[in-house]
C-alpha cells in the first residue's frame, strides 16, 4: 500500500533556528513530491515541486530534497521566522495520470 | 490572475439532505480535482476530472459525485448526508492532468458541518 508519513506531528521551534521536516513514503518509484504548507482554516499553498528526476528544489528560505532510494523527502527552512508557522504537508504522486497522496503534515510553531 | 475560487465557503446541512459545492479553477485551468479534509483522516482524494472526463477516483462511497463543465468548472455533490460527511471540501486546479508534474493550486476550501 502505497502511504506517505510525516513525523513528528508538531514541532515547535524558537525564532531564527534552522529546521528541517520530514517526509517518508513507501514505494520509491514516485512521479513527484510536492510540499504544501496550510495556514489554519485556509486551503493550501504550494512550497515546492520536486520531480522524480530532481534531488532537490529552492525558493528562496525554503530547499527540498528528494532520495527515493530511501524513500524520503526532507523540507529544510533556513532562519525561522513567526510568519512561517503553518502545518506543512508533503503530498507524492505515483504517475502522471495517479492521484496524489498527502501525508498526515507536521504543525510547525515559530516561538517569537 | 484570480485564484482558485469555491462557493460556498461554509455551509451548515442536516443529515439526510444533499449538497453541491462548486469550485471555479484558475483561467486556462482544465484539471479540477476535489480533496476532502478531516481531522482524523487528513486529506483525502476524491476525484480528479480533465476536459470534462473524471480521469481518477478516490476510494469514497457512491453518494459523492461530481462533474466538470466545458468552462473547465466543477461541481461536487454529496447526498444522502451523514454526520462523518463533515470537513473542509478542498478543490485544485492545474494546467494539464500532472503531465509534466506541474504544481496544483488550491482554492480556500468550503467548510461543511453536517448536524
Known amino acids: 500500500k502505497q502511504e506517505v508519513t510525516q513525523i513528528p506531528a508538531a514541532l515547535s521551534v524558537p525564532e531564527g533556528e534552522n529546521l528541517v521536516l520530514n517526509c517518508s513514503f513507501t514505494?520509491?518509484?514516485?512521479?513527484?513530491l510536492q510540499w504544501f504548507r496550510q495556514d489554519p482554516g485556509k486551503g493550501l499553498t504550494s512550497l515546492l515541486l520536486?520531480?522524480?528526476?530532481?534531488r532537490e528544489q529552492t525558493s528562496g528560505r525554503l530547499n527540498a530534497s528528494l532520495d527515493k532510494s530511501s524513500g524520503r523527502s526532507t523540507l529544510y527552512i533556513a532562519a525561522s521566522q513567526p510568519g512561517d508557522s503553518a502545518t506543512y504537508l508533503c503530498?507524492?504522486?505515483?504517475?502522471?495520470?495517479?492521484?496524489?497522496?498527502f501525508g498526515s503534515g507536521t504543525r510547525l510553531s515559530i516561538r517569537p | 490572475k484570480a485564484g482558485v475560487t469555491q462557493t460556498p465557503r461554509y455551509l451548515i446541512k442536516t443529515r439526510g439532505q444533499q449538497v453541491t459545492l462548486s469550485c471555479s479553477p484558475i483561467?486556462?485551468?482544465?484539471?479540477v480535482s476535489w480533496y476532502q479534509q478531516t481531522p482524523g483522516q487528513g486529506l483525502q482524494f476524491l476525484f480528479e476530472?480533465?476536459?470534462?472526463?473524471?480521469?481518477n477516483k478516490g476510494n469514497f462511497p457512491g453518494r459523492f459525485s461530481g462533474r466538470q463543465f466545458s468552462n473547465s468548472r466543477s461541481e461536487m455533490n454529496v447526498s444522502t448526508l451523514e454526520l462523518g460527511d463533515s470537513a473542509l471540501y478542498l478543490c485544485?486546479?492545474?494546467?494539464?492532468?500532472?503531465?509534466?508534474?506541474?504544481?496544483?493550486?488550491f482554492g480556500p476550501g468550503t467548510r461543511l458541518l453536517v448536524l
Open positions: 485544485a486546479s492545474g494546467r494539464t492532468s500532472g503531465r509534466l508534474g506541474e504544481t496544483q493550486y
Open positions: 514505494d520509491s518509484a514516485i512521479y513527484n
Open positions: 520536486i520531480q522524480s528526476s530532481q
Open positions: 503530498a507524492v504522486r505515483y504517475s502522471s495520470a495517479s492521484k496524489i497522496i
Open positions: 483561467s486556462g485551468h482544465r484539471s
Open positions: 476530472y480533465f476536459s470534462e472526463t473524471q480521469r
